[in-house]
């Protein structure tokens, strides 16, 4: 009923930046709500940010605030991460989702590297 592809991902330096981008197809009417996900080798997947169009609220996990900024383009359905000064901490698979809320995600994608070397 609903797609997402990611795409954006590749290798950069510390202190480097990416812009990650999230296209929704489908049935995108149901979408309430988006987020990033990420999941490192050896540790369990993890919230990074997410927004919500219910209730106009945007929310960041605590190790990417003041670095990471999600934002959309609803007239193509779209959603981006603008990701700066990264971190080798940053380095995992990212994942755009979207449900009906930010606790109730029924679409994913397939997953975008991202690579942050010393």
């Known amino acids: 009923q609903v797609q997402l592809v990611e795409s954006g991902g590749g290798l950069v330096q510390a202190g480097g930046s990416l812009r990650l981008s999230c296209a929704a197809s489908?049935?995108?009417?149901?979408?309430?709500?988006m987020g990033w996900f990420r999941k490192a080798p050896g540790k369990e997947r993890e919230f990074v940010a997410a927004?919500?169009?219910?209730?106009?609220?945007?929310s960041y996990a605590d190790s990417v605030k003041g670095r990471f900024t999600i934002s959309r383009d609803n007239a193509k359905n779209m959603v981006y991460l603008q990701m700066n000064n990264l971190e080798p901490e940053d380095t995992a698979v990212y994942y755009c989702?979207?449900?009906?809320?930010?606790?109730?995600?029924?679409?994913w994608g397939q997953g975008t590297q991202v690579t942050v070397s010393s």
């Open positions: 927004f919500s169009w219910s209730t106009s609220s945007i």
């Open positions: 489908g049935r995108t009417f149901s979408i309430y709500a």
């Open positions: 989702a979207a449900g009906r809320g930010t606790s109730s995600y029924a679409y």
